[in-house]
């Protein structure tokens, strides 16, 4: 499973949130989201959590 990182990250910003803010949102640290941008593997549901916090699709957030 490959993520959308730009489609992460462009989102987070469009909402106005640092990534303090989502790593906030999610209940993770901070490191898990810089990590999660620069296209490091996270389980499904932490990454589940982050597009439900960013109302993104899990089709946006897995790129094909």
């Known amino acids: 499973m490959r993520i959308n990182t730009e489609a992460l ?5 469009q909402q106005g949130m640092t990534q303090s803010d ?3 949102r999610v209940g993770v640290h901070v490191s898990t989201i810089c ?3 620069l296209g490091k593997q996270l389980g499904t549901k932490t990454l ?3 597009a ?3 109302n993104l699709p ?7």
């Open 9 to 13: 990250k462009i989102a987070r910003i």
């Open 22 to 24: 989502l790593a906030g």
């Open 35 to 37: 990590r999660l941008e």
């Open 48 to 50: 589940k959590r982050v």
């Open 52 to 54: 439900d916090a960013l």
């Open 58 to 64: 899990m089709d946006q957030v897995v790129a094909a």
